[in-house]
C-alpha cells in the first residue's frame, strides 16, 4: 500500500471516529437562563444582579405562599438612564406559569389600574414613585420607577419580551380560569391558590381539609357586584370529575348542608354550591339568595382540547432521537466517503499529470500477475484447426499402412 493511500484512510478514520463519538455524546445539559437583562428599552444595569434560590430572600413575609406556588429563583437589579432615572426590578421565577399567576394576583391590590404589559399587569403610582407588576408566562416582575415618564409603559413591554420563555404546558394557565364569569366582576378581585397556606389568607368559609390539596386541587376566588350586595365566588378545580363528585359528598357533610344545598356559616350569609364537571362552585356573601343562586348557574364547565398537549411518552421521544442519530450519523458516513473518494481521485489525476510515471504507475514497481488468456486461445484454436484437418483428409483417402482410422485408434 502506498504511503499517500494510508495517510489517506488513516485521515477517513480519525474523522468518521470523531463524528461518532459527537454523535454518541450526550449534549451538556444548558444552564439557567439569567431572568434579567443588562439593557433594554434604554435602560443599563447598574453593577451585577443579585440572584437567589431562596424564597426568603425574595419576600420573608410570604416565603411559604410561594413555595405553594413552586417558586425556583430570584433576580434583582437597579436600572439607570442617562438623565439621572432609576428602575428597581425584582423578578420571581416560578416552574410553570400558573405559580406566576397566583403570585401575581397574591401581591395585586384593588387600587391598581390595569395596564397592557406582558400577560396581565396592573400600576399603581405613589409618593416613591410608579410601581408596575405584571406577570409573562412562568415569570412575575415588581417594578418601581423612580420618576414615572410617558414611555414607562413602552420600556416595560420590551422588558417582558426580553425575559426568558419557558414553552409548552408549563406556559399555559390553569383551566379553571376560563369558568370565572365575567359580568358582575370587581376588577384586581381574583385571588388563586395552590396551596392552605395562600387560601388561608383568602378569607373564604372554606378549609384546606375541605379542598384537599393533596388530590392536586386548585382554588380561585373572585368578587362580584350584584343588584342585593358583593357576592364572593369560589370554584375548585380538581383533576376529574369522579374526584369532584367525591369530595362534594364531604363538602355536604363538612358544612351540614340543608335542603335545597344551603348552610349557614358564621356572619358571611348564606352558601350555595353545586358541581360542573371537575369544578365546585361557592357563592356566598351578603347577597339575597336568589342573586347568589343566579351568579352561582354562570359558572359552567366547559371541556377544551389544547392542540399543545404532550403526545409522545420520554420512552417514544428518546427512541426517535437515536434513530434520528443513526441516520444523521448514515448521512456524515457516506458524506465522508464520497468526499474522501473525490480528494484520493483527483490528487492521484493530479499528481500523475504533473509527474507522470514518477509517483504512480512506476513501470519498476508495476506487480500485475497476467495469465496471457490472449495467446493461449489463439494457440489452442490452431491445434484444433490442425486436427480437424488432418481427420478430414485422412477420411477422405483413407488410413495408410499401418495406420488406423480415428475412430479405431480411439
Excluded at 461518532?20 to 444548558?30: N, R, S, V
Aim: hydrophobic share 40%; aromatic share 8%.
Amino acid at each position: 500500500m502506498s504511503l499517500s493511500r494510508a495517510s489517506a484512510i488513516s485521515v477517513f478514520l480519525g474523522v468518521f471516529l470523531e463524528a461518532a463519538f459527537a454523535l454518541g455524546t450526550p449534549p451538556p445539559a444548558p444552564s439557567r437562563l439569567a431572568i434579567l437583562p443588562q439593557t433594554f428599552g434604554g435602560w443599563q444595569m447598574r453593577g451585577a444582579a443579585q440572584t437567589s434560590t431562596d424564597p426568603a430572600t425574595a419576600d420573608p413575609a410570604n416565603a411559604a405562599a410561594l413555595e405553594e406556588y413552586r417558586f425556583t429563583d430570584f433576580a434583582a437589579a437597579t436600572y439607570t438612564q442617562d438623565d439621572g432615572s432609576t428602575l428597581k426590578i425584582r423578578a420571581a421565577r416560578f416552574a410553570d406559569a400558573s405559580g406566576a399567576f397566583g403570585a401575581y394576583t397574591f401581591y395585586l391590590q384593588p387600587e391598581m389600574t390595569r395596564e397592557k404589559i406582558g400577560d396581565q399587569a396592573a400600576a399603581l403610582a405613589s409618593a416613591t414613585g410608579k410601581r408596575v407588576l405584571f406577570y409573562r408566562e412562568n415569570v412575575l416582575v415588581d417594578a418601581l420607577f423612580s420618576r414615572e415618564s410617558p414611555m414607562s409603559a413602552a420600556e416595560l413591554r420590551e422588558l417582558a419580551g426580553a425575559l426568558p420563555r419557558v414553552g409548552g404546558n408549563a406556559g399555559i394557565l390553569p383551566p379553571v380560569l376560563l369558568a370565572m364569569p365575567q359580568r358582575g366582576y370587581i376588577a384586581n378581585t381574583q385571588k388563586y391558590a395552590e396551596g392552605p397556606v395562600v387560601l388561608a389568607s383568602l378569607g373564604v368559609p372554606v378549609s384546606a381539609s375541605v379542598v384537599d390539596f393533596a388530590s392536586s386541587s386548585e382554588v380561585t376566588t373572585g368578587r362580584y357586584n350584584t343588584p342585593s350586595g358583593e357576592a364572593t365566588l369560589i370554584l375548585i378545580y380538581y383533576t376529574n370529575s369522579q374526584m369532584a363528585r367525591d369530595r362534594l359528598r364531604r363538602l355536604d357533610a363538612t358544612l351540614s348542608a340543608e335542603a335545597q344545598g344551603v348552610s349557614t356559616i358564621g356572619n358571611v350569609g348564606a352558601l350555595f354550591y353545586k358541581r360542573s364537571g371537575p369544578i365546585i362552585a361557592i357563592a356566598t356573601g351578603p347577597a339575597s339568595e336568589s342573586d347568589l343562586k343566579e351568579l352561582l348557574g354562570t359558572v359552567n364547565y366547559r371541556a377544551s382540547i389544547t392542540r399543545n398537549e404532550a403526545t409522545t411518552s420520554p420512552e417514544v421521544h428518546d427512541l426517535y432521537l437515536l434513530i434520528l442519530n443513526i441516520v444523521i450519523l448514515c448521512g456524515i458516513v457516506g458524506g465522508l466517503a464520497i468526499v474522501a473518494g473525490f480528494a484520493f481521485g483527483g490528487f492521484r489525476i493530479w499528481m500523475k499529470r504533473l509527474y507522470p510515471g514518477r509517483i504512480f504507475d512506476r513501470p519498476e514497481q508495476m506487480e500485475f500477475i497476467s495469465l496471457h488468456l490472449t495467446e493461449t486461445v489463439v494457440q489452442g484454436n490452431v491445434s484444433v484447426q490442425l486436427t480437424e484437418t488432418v481427420v478430414q483428409e485422412t477420411l477422405e483417402t483413407g488410413p495408410e499402412d499401418g495406420q488406423q482410422t480415428p475412430e479405431k485408434s480411439a
